[in-house]
T-cell receptor, first 115, second 114 residues
Framework: DSGVTQTPKHLITATGQRVTLRCSPR?????VYWYQQSLDQGLQFLIQ???????AKGNILERFSAQQFPDLHSELNLSSLELGDSALYFC??????????????FGPGTRLTVL | DQQVKQNSPSLSVQEGRISILNCDYT??????FLWYKKYPAEGPTFLIS?????DKNEDGRFTVFLNKSAKHLSLHIVPSQPGDSAVYFC?????????????FGKGTRLSVIA
């Protein structure tokens, strides 16, 4: 158990809909990262927050947004969903923003299926 | 453009033998490298890391080797056990190049056969 929790575990929805994925980081970790893993693909970095502020941005679509709240939990919002958005979405947390000994610890993921 | 490449999608090894997983990178600003292990239906789990000031780091059965001139790293598992069967991801970051997040390879699926 990494200490990172994600809800829900599974989500099935229809095209055009909007969903919210939730992540609670490990106790004491200030950074939260979101990743997308599509079929047979590696982990694609979406976005990072550090202590409530956006810190780094990857290939995140404009239809997707995220935020980190004062209690450090984070939410990833996916809107106008398309079939291609079906994937595993992982959240990870780490103590700092970057650097050595700043390993990211991953949650179990949310499997999103868009029908 | 893939900055971190794991060219072998899969690898089969007999129990008790050595498993060698390889990873190449292209970004010379990367100076911290990590390996993660992932079982089905779980998130990736941190395994071992190495910074560019070292060329080897060992933790039990797991050793990571870094060849900076070749921009290549490898993970050795000795001896391999059936419980090591998982997907292994190589990841890299550059701590002094801004807030560079981890860049992951696509993974290598290791099967350890009893």
């Amino acid at each position: 158990d990494s200490g990172v929790t994600q809800t829900p575990k599974h989500l099935i929805t229809a095209t055009g809909q909007r969903v919210t994925l939730r992540c609670s980081p490990r106790s004491g970790d200030l950074s939260v990262y979101w990743y997308q893993q599509s079929l047979d693909q590696g982990l694609q970095f979406l976005i990072q927050y550090y202590n409530g502020e956006e810190r780094a941005k990857g290939n995140i679509l404009e239809r997707f947004s995220a935020q980190q709240f004062p209690d450090l939990h984070s939410e990833l919002n996916l809107s106008s969903l398309e079939l291609g958005d079906s994937a595993l979405y992982f959240c990870a947390s780490s103590p700092r923003t970057s650097g050595t000994l700043n390993e990211q610890f991953f949650g179990p993921g949310t499997r999103l299926t868009v029908l | 453009d893939q900055q971190v490449k794991q060219n072998s999608p899969s690898l089969s090894v007999q129990e008790g033998r050595i498993s060698i997983l390889n990873c190449d990178y292209t970004n010379s600003m990367f100076d911290y490298f990590l390996w993660y292990k992932k079982y089905p239906a779980e998130g990736p789990t941190f395994l071992i890391s190495i910074s560019s000031i070292k060329d080897k780091n060992e933790d039990g059965r797991f050793t990571v080797f870094l060849n900076k001139s070749a921009k290549h790293l490898s993970l050795h598992i000795v001896p391999s056990q059936p419980g090591d069967s998982a997907v292994y991801f190589c990841a890299a970051s550059g701590w002094n190049s801004g807030n560079t997040p981890l860049v992951f390879g696509k993974g290598t699926r290791l099967s350890v056969i009893a």
